[in-house]
């Protein structure tokens, strides 16, 4: 071909390219998840720029501030109408502002910031060679045992990188369950898990069982993470668009642009249905749900507590706002489809959860198994299709995350000669040697059991009587049975507590930091308040279970 013609070619092709127009980014409401994408940039510069000594305090006030800031962003767009009358569609279609967006951003960032609180903490270990310690390793990068590492805490290092990574990990929960379409779903998905796996890795004591944890975590994550995007391939083969809105106008036939490469897949079900699962199978690997849940007891015992509390919470509740859209914005078409593979999985979380949390004598696998029973509850909501059912998950996501980060804030205190005692043994007689600590931990017990006048009953009823009223009415005496076999190991803890005699060489419990009791002070506050007075927040969340589509 000759040069000329070469050239008439590229310059046909070139002739009808019309200016690219610039985005249009609604920066306001997408203001929560910039002010702690900006805290958590500060916080990366903090490390390279800010002297050793100082950091500590630094991370503390930026991360606060941001998270703080965020959670006023969020309250101010809800005043200002976007939960309800406003709710849009902004950053040109990749992200939704509605009041489902809203109320589950404003309960991640409060309960960052209580998680922050217990990071901060660094009383609760004695003092090595004059330095305050806290639940982070002093060197990442050290073997464990080594001279590097021995050297590192001689010098009092810390890992202040804890702090911009959970910011990190909190800008992608938030984008999570806002996100409008499935390219954005997958960057927020990859922006909060890769903190966790490294946070995960990051426990001062029992530093083996804390990498194992985060190994394990990484590489189960990136096979969730690998389904989810086979599956949004197969979304996007099918319906021709990452877009939300639109590919759940080609599931339900309303779509009225077809070209001719759309009409050849619309039909094929095939690419609908495995696309389908596979993103549904990452979203709840990342919940913990039966049977993509083995990861969740070993890395909840390995990974340093203050992080399991903030895992425990604040993905739940990423991770179900996700569900939630995807299964109601985009896939309301499938429901014949999805519900009844929904139920199979509620229900056999539910009890396995509830029947293997009685084999367990470690607390914080103790909890890990609750933490799946109670995946199993919040689906019941899931499965109810109704505005009830968004709402009554909204409710109970609200009440679990604060009670969660508040008991594994109660179990850092709990300590023997090689820090956190996590053996049920060790638990034995804790109320006659620190009444005040074990009945707190009680009252959370209590809550995840669903007793009457905690905040654990409130959700449970809420879910329940959705789920019920959605006609899934089998699925309630389900969890009402495992919510009874669950409540027995929760007791049982209680009775060991209280009536039991404490061992001579048992623990003690450490002193903290006004930093861990405010921690638990909230988490007492929201289970008593949601417990004893839940219509204001039942309401909010009634008004904010309405999605933009």
């Known amino acids: 071909m000759s040069a000329t013609a070469v050239h008439s070619l590229w310059t046909t092709a070139a002739d009808p390219i019309a200016k690219i127009d610039a985005p249009k980014i609604e920066y306001a409401q997408l203001s929560p998840m910039l002010i702690v994408i900006g805290a958590a940039i500060i916080g990366v510069l903090v490390e390279a720029f800010v002297p050793r000594k100082s950091r500590y305090y630094v991370q503390m006030f930026v991360s606060a501030v941001g998270l703080a800031a965020g959670f006023a962003a969020v309250v101010a767009l809800a005043a200002d109408g976007y939960g309800t009358t406003k709710a849009q569609i902004a950053a040109m279609g990749a992200v939704a502002v509605d009041g489902p967006a809203l109320f589950l951003q404003g309960t991640i960032l409060l309960s960052a910031l209580v998680a922050l609180f217990t990071f901060a903490e660094r009383r609760l270990d004695p003092a090595t060679h004059g330095n305050r310690v806290d639940s982070f ?158 990861w969740t007891p070993d890395v909840y015992q390995g990974a340093p507590t203050p992080v399991t509390g903030f895992m425990a919470a604040a993905t739940k509740v990423a991770a179900f706002g996700a569900l939630l859209r995807i299964l109601y914005v985009v896939l309301p078409g499938l429901r014949w489809d999805w519900r009844p593979v929904m139920w199979g999985v509620a229900i056999v979380t539910m009890l396995g959860g509830a029947i293997v949390a009685i084999t367990q004598t470690d607390i914080k696998r103790l909890l890990a198994y609750s933490s799946i029973a109670h995946a199993g509850f919040i689906l019941a909501g899931v499965i109810a299709t109704t505005p009830d059912g968004v709402s009554s998950v909204l409710f109970y996501l609200l009440a679990y995350s604060f009670v969660t980060i508040g008991a594994f804030a109660v179990v850092t205190l709990v300590r023997d000669a090689g ?82 005699d404490p061992k001579p060489e048992g623990p003690t419990v450490a002193v903290p930091s006004p930093l861990t009791v405010t921690a638990i002070g909230v988490g007492v506050a929201v289970t008593l308040v949601l417990g004893v007075a839940p219509q204001y927040f039942l309401e909010l969340a009634g008004s904010a279970g309405v999605f933009v589509r």
């Open 137 to 294: 390793a002093a060197q990442a990068a050290s073997v464990p045992g080594s001279d590097s590492e021995k050297a590192a805490i001689k010098a009092g290092f810390a890992t202040t990188e804890v702090f911009p990574l959970l910011l990190f990990a909190v800008s992608g929960m938030l984008l999570f369950p806002a996100a409008n379409d499935l390219l954005t779903l997958f960057v927020a998905l990859e922006v909060f898990s890769l903190p966790l796996y490294l946070m995960c890795a990051l426990a001062r004591r029992k530093r083996l069982m804390s990498q194992e944890a985060a190994v394990k975590y990484f590489l189960l994550g990136a096979f969730a993470s690998a389904f989810t995007l086979f599956g949004i391939a197969m979304l996007y083969g099918y319906s021709g668009s990452m877009s939300y809105g639109t590919i759940a106008q080609v599931v339900d036939g309303t779509i009225t642009d077809i070209t001719p490469a759309l009409a050849s897949t619309m039909g094929n079900d095939v690419l609908l249905l495995l696309g389908t699962a596979l993103i549904v199978m990452g979203l709840l690997f990342k919940v913990g749900a039966v049977p993509f849940h083995m």
């Open 419 to 500: 820090g956190e005692a996590t053996h049920l043994s060790k638990w034995a007689g804790l109320g006659r040697r620190s009444p005040l600590v074990a009945a707190v931990f009680a009252i959370f017990l209590l809550a995840f059991a669903g007793i009457p006048l905690t905040s654990g009953f409130a959700g449970k009823f809420a879910v329940f009587k959705a789920a019920a009223e959605g006609g899934a009415a089998p699925l309630v005496v389900i969890g009402v049975i495992s919510s009874a076999i669950a409540a027995f190991f929760y007791i049982r803890v209680i009775v060991l507590m209280f009536f039991s």
